[in-house]
């Protein structure tokens, strides 16, 4: 190893960094997508030949220990300078193992939970040989036709803020040199999430104010916590292309909070910036990623054959091409990877960490369950004989992961009829598909409608494919897809002729926009796609054995044509008022969402009482105390989330009519109460005044505490600010 006997890893990096070409040093800018066939591994367009040449020095999508240890051997023992390859791969919601997708994970609003699958996660990924994850994203999502919103923690910044701190957490764990732990990587930088009318890719263009209130305070929260890559995002924000965005990857990112992370592109993001029209070439390409701070270029190949023309013709330095070679090979040593590059992957996994993974999995994915809607008490099924599960989505375990899961081994997923056969052993349950997710026959409709007579409890599994969500995956109509609907109305018509219920079990990577299910089916579950362990715990929940707890954290429209419809809107000069027809309103539907954020049914039933809040005048430095009391009147043991928002009723600048400050859970059995305690530093009532700066204003401050985003269902208090 030509790194023994030096001191520091800073000594290690200067020595490698005076002893490299500059071919050498581009090659540790550059990440090339792997794969393996029979014959060996592959790159990308490339030989292995290149890794041992020093031309690449960072891969991504390379799964399996052996496989990642061949590749790393080719660098260590067959590259001139010995530099350990950087190994990466989207570790999304899982590796073999799958857990809930992030959005349906935020519904269980349980931020232990969101670290722990992330360490559990990290741990089966390091174990396969990977040393970094491209996650988490912390895109906010106000539009669900973007499909990517199922990747990222939903509408609000504050929550993704603590989705951020949690996920960096879990996947770093407390030291990155540890055999079991990750690099993280925040992306995408930034507002991905507003893409013109929800199209993937499409340009962004909002105001600086929303920017920096709405997307960019989870970013700021994953560097506190110490996350070691960021991602910037493929789309341009206001003309500039966010991988060449100097003011905000240098500015924001570097200068203003200290990121002195590896800055990764987006996959071909640098080549692309000459189809946004910014670059005329790839040496241009690569000269204005560089300058804007991207220190690896993912896939696109501008910096390898890019970088040594720019820095010829005298648009790069060789100064700022080793300050990224520097930040690359840092992020290396502190994965450990220049004293061992083979700790990862050198222990396997073992069957007992295989099967606490399930655990997990199915824990959190009962939490993660939300409760739409309960009609006369339909959930839990009771007395179940005959039980007919109907629907394309009934015996589908290969879609229950969702979008991510390159290496998940789709044949280990519990669907639900699996699931439902465990929990109900003693019914006869039968079961039909009708239609297929997507397609146009519908010649199985008939027979699957008249399980409906043979049937005391009937249960219908419609929604998406898993692949209709995430990357790539925008819908203009949030319907159910295919001729499902035709199912779902035969269905729900021949049960209301014969007077029986139904249950509809949703699949989807976002809010789907179907008000006539809603109102028709008696009790409706998302699902959302909750991983290896989804039909066990869609079960779990359905049997009863636990009750289901998740709030949406998006909300869900009435119609296509609200959207974006969000809680954190700011009330405008006329403000919606029912009586007066020049105020913010449609013709044709309320402007309320059909379930806000926050929503979600429980077994039990929560009332709200005695909200308190101490002190109430509040200092910059105070810290408020808000109690509520809360009493289950139902007749079930559940859990309850309470919310605690706040409303700056007058200030320099409209702010939004309500915002997300803290949420607790209490657990409590029937007819019992008891008192959830938040507490929340008045730091937090800052906003960014004028100038978009921090500010603490004095004045009156409404504090809204209860289960959801609607103002009907909160209760309300006020403080007074004093500057
Ligand atoms: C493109 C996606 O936008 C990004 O999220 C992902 O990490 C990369 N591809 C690598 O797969």
Not at 390 to 403: H, V
Not at 544 to 559: D, F, K, L
Request: aromatic share 6%; charged share 20%; with cysteine.
């Amino acid at each position: 190893m030509p790194f023994k006997g030096m001191q520091t890893l800073a000594n290690r990096i200067e020595k490698l960094i005076g002893a490299m070409t500059v071919a050498e040093k581009v090659g540790q800018l550059t990440m090339t997508a792997s794969g393996y066939t029979v014959t060996g591994p592959t790159i990308a367009g490339d030989s292995t030949e290149a890794i041992r040449a020093g031309a690449i020095g960072n891969l991504l999508n390379m799964v399996g220990a052996a496989h990642c240890h061949e590749m790393q051997r080719l660098a260590v023992e067959g590259s001139r300078l010995g530099i350990p390859l950087l190994i990466g791969l989207d570790i999304i919601h899982g590796h073999r193992t799958q857990f809930p997708v992030p959005l349906a994970e935020t519904a269980s609003f349980d931020p232990g939970a969101w670290a722990l699958t992330a360490r559990e996660a990290a741990i089966e990924a390091a174990a396969d040989g990977l040393a970094l994850t491209f996650a988490p994203m912390l895109d906010i999502s106000r539009d669900p036709r973007w499909g990517r919103g199922v990747e990222g923690a939903g509408e609000d910044p504050w929550l993704a803020t603590r989705l951020a701190e949690a996920k960096v957490r879990g996947f770093q764990g407390s030291d990155l040199t540890a055999a079991d732990s990750l690099a993280a990587c925040a992306k995408h930088f930034c507002a991905y999430g507003p893409v013109t009318a929800g199209r993937e890719y499409a340009p962004v263009d909002i105001s600086e104010r929303t920017v920096h209130e709405v997307h960019l305070p989870p970013f700021a929260a994953a560097i506190k916590a110490g996350v070691a890559t960021f991602m910037p995002s493929f789309t341009d924000l206001a003309g500039i292309p966010m991988t060449m965005h100097t003011g905000l990857l240098r500015g924001w990112l570097r200068e203003k909070h200290g990121f002195d992370g590896v800055i990764i592109s987006d996959y071909n993001a640098i080549g692309e910036l000459i189809k946004h029209g910014v670059a005329a070439d790839h040496i241009e390409a690569a000269t204005l990623a560089l300058k804007a701070g991207v220190d690896i270029d993912m896939m696109s190949d501008a910096y390898r054959h890019g970088l040594p023309i720019a820095l010829e013709r005298g648009w790069v330095t060789l100064e700022a091409i080793d300050a990224a070679v520097r930040r690359v090979l840092t992020l290396k040593g502190r994965l450990g990877l220049f004293d061992d590059p083979y700790r990862r992957g050198s222990k396997a996994d073992t069957p007992e960490a295989e099967a606490r993974r399930r655990r997990i999995a199915r824990d959190v994915a009962q939490r993660s369950i939300v409760l739409l809607k309960n009609e006369r008490e339909t959930l839990p099924l009771k007395a179940v004989r005959t039980l007919a599960l109907i629907g394309p989505l009934a015996d589908a375990a290969r879609e229950m992961a969702g979008p991510w899961g390159a290496a998940q081994d789709a044949t280990s997923h519990v669907g639900m009829l699996a699931g439902m056969r465990r929990a109900f052993g003693k019914a006869d349950i039968l079961h039909e598909a009708g239609v297929d997710i997507r397609g146009d026959d519908t010649a199985g409709i008939a027979a699957a409608v008249d399980l409906c007579e043979r049937a005391d409890t009937i249960v219908l599994c419609v929604g998406e494919a898993a692949n209709m969500s995430g990357e790539a995956a925008s819908r203009a109509q949030l319907d159910l897809p295919g001729r499902q609907q035709a199912l779902a109305e035969a269905v729900l018509a021949r049960a209301q002729g014969l007077g029986k219920r139904v249950t509809v079990v949703l699949f989807s990577g976002r809010p789907l926009v179907l008000p006539w299910l809603f109102e028709q089916a008696d009790a409706v579950v998302a699902a959302w796609f909750l991983g290896s362990e989804a039909g066990n715990a869609i079960a779990d929940v359905l049997s009863g054995a636990v009750s289901p707890g998740g709030r949406t954290p998006i909300s869900w429209p009435r119609a296509v044509g609200q959207i974006p419809v969000f809680f954190g809107e700011r009330p405008g000069g006329r403000p919606f008022n029912a009586e007066d027809h020049y105020t913010s309103k449609y013709l044709d539907i309320p402007n309320d969402p059909l379930f806000p954020f926050g929503h979600g049914l429980t077994y039990g039933r929560f009332t709200y009482s005695s909200l308190r809040v101490t002190p109430e005048r509040v200092a910059e430095s105070d810290t408020l105390t808000v109690r509520v009391d809360v009493k289950n009147t139902g007749n079930r043991r559940a859990e309850e989330t309470v919310f605690l928002f706040t409303r700056d009723l007058v200030a320099t600048v409209t702010r939004p009519l309500l915002e997300l400050k803290g949420f607790g859970k209490i657990t409590l059995d029937p007819g019992a109460s008891g008192t959830v305690t938040l507490q929340l530093p008045a730091q937090e009532l800052k906003f960014l005044g004028l100038e978009l700066q921090p500010v603490f204003e004095a004045g009156e401050v409404e504090i809204l505490v209860g289960p959801c985003a609607d103002r009907k269902q909160l209760l309300v208090t006020g403080v007074h600010l004093v500057a």
